[in-house]
T-cell receptor, first 112, second 112 residues
Framework: KQEVTQIPAALSVPEGENLVLNCSFT??????LQWFRQDPGKGLTSLLL?????REQTSGRLNASLDKSSGRSTLYIAASQPGDSATYLC???????????FGTGTRLTIIP | NAGVMQNPRHLVRRRGQEARLRCSPM?????VYWYRQLPEEGLKFMVY????????ESGMPKERFSAEFPKEGPSILRIQQVVRGDSAAYFC??????????FGPGTRLLVL
């Protein structure tokens, strides 16, 4: 059974700093891994999707890496802004099935 | 192209009543997924449906919960005889076959 863990559960950093969020998963037989953003009381916004054959994906100030063999992914946010404050969720899709297994998220607060 | 639509956005029910949650997938998407987010927890997969078929219901509670995706109309998640523990955010996602899931804004269910 796939389990996804995100550390830390909460993180506060001053505006302008670079930061890294971590995600680990127990079963390396994944199809892809996805990072989402969730604002309070809102739905999920997909940020980056990494296929199992890829090592990283970039979008603007965001960079996600994937090390399938060690069961880890990181989301790097450069030059953080107050608007980046949200909960960040990591989700993996296993091979042979369609469902996503989510981590419990990292609640990020950027201090102006 | 409108995104995934869910209604109602907020639903209040008293214990013992029925809750019906609706999800209209994005145009051209034939696959629908339901996830539940309990307070302070991550999203958990409930069920995966294609038109007129339940493909994977491994995350559905054994009793009181059912889901359908008819040939015409939205997908429905139905919860009979609701209890306080059913209070949660219920998210629907849709996708074309084998592709990325797009999430709706969720329905917040509160059971009094």
């Amino acid at each position: 059974k796939q389990e996804v863990t995100q550390i830390p559960a909460a993180l506060s950093v001053p505006e302008g700093e670079n930061l890294v969020l971590n995600c680990s998963f127990t079963d390396s037989a994944i199809y892809n891994l996805q990072w989402f953003r969730q604002d309070p009381g809102k739905g999920l916004t997909s940020l980056l999707l990494i296929q199992s054959s890829q090592r990283e994906q970039t979008s603007g100030r965001l960079n996600a890496s994937l090390d399938k063999s060690s069961g880890r992914s990181t989301l790097y946010i450069a030059a953080s802004q107050p608007g980046d404050s949200a909960t960040y969720l990591c989700a993996v899709r296993g091979r042979g099935n369609e469902k996503l297994t989510f981590g419990t998220g990292t609640r990020l607060t950027i201090i102006p | 192209n409108a995104g995934v639509m869910q209604n109602p956005r907020h639903l209040v029910r008293r214990r013992g009543q029925e809750a019906r949650l609706r999800c209209s997938p994005m145009k051209g998407h034939s696959h629908v997924y339901w996830y539940r987010q309990l307070p302070e927890e991550g999203l958990k997969f409930m069920v995966y449906l294609q038109k007129e078929n339940i493909i994977d219901e491994s995350g559905m509670p054994k009793e009181r919960f059912s889901a359908e995706f008819p040939k015409e109309g939205p997908s429905i998640l139905r919860i009979q005889q609701v209890v306080r523990g059913d209070s949660a955010a219920y998210f629907c996602a849709s996708s074309p076959p084998g592709e990325t899931q797009y999430f709706g804004p969720g329905t917040r269910l509160l059971v009094l």
